[in-house]
Nanobody, 124 residues
Framework: QVQLVESGGGLVQPGGSLRLSCAASGSIFSINIMGWYRQAPGKERELVAGVDSVGSTNYADSVKCRFTISRDNAKKTVYLQMNSAKPEDTAVYYC??????????????????WGQGTQVTVSS
């Protein structure tokens, strides 16, 4: 019903930059929260950054001052600008969104959707 498609992952050298994008599609009435999570091998999935509908953001301590999350409400897209990348940033990055889905005929329901993930590797 609501699909999230990520792009922009790949290989980046330590200290380099990468920009991830995630576009939402479907019969979306509104998106409250959009965010990025990551999961490294052998570790649990963790929140990287989130942004709400009015632009308030929150970040994991490990990425503060290096990563910036932003969203374009008109395009239903969230971005993650990754600067000063470190090897420990290597992980699969997942897009996440929560909001309200328009099922038609004034039928609305909450959705909580995940993207398929995109690999980010920080290595020389």
């Amino acid at each position: 019903q609501v699909q999230l498609v990520e792009s922009g992952g790949g290989l980046v050298q330590p200290g380099g930059s990468l920009r991830l994008s995630c576009a939402a599609s479907g019969s979306i009435f509104s998106i409250n929260i959009m965010g990025w999570y990551r999961q490294a091998p052998g570790k649990e999935r963790e929140l990287v950054a989130g942004v709400d509908s009015v632009g308030s953001t929150n970040y994991a301590d490990s990425v503060k001052c290096r990563f910036t999350i932003s969203r374009d409400n008109a395009k239903k897209t969230v971005y993650l600008q990754m600067n000063s990348a470190k090897p420990e940033d290597t992980a699969v990055y997942y897009c996440h969104a929560k909001g309200i889905f328009d099922g038609g005929r004034s039928y609305y329901q909450h959705f909580d959707s995940w993207g398929q993930g995109t690999q980010v590797t920080v290595s020389s």
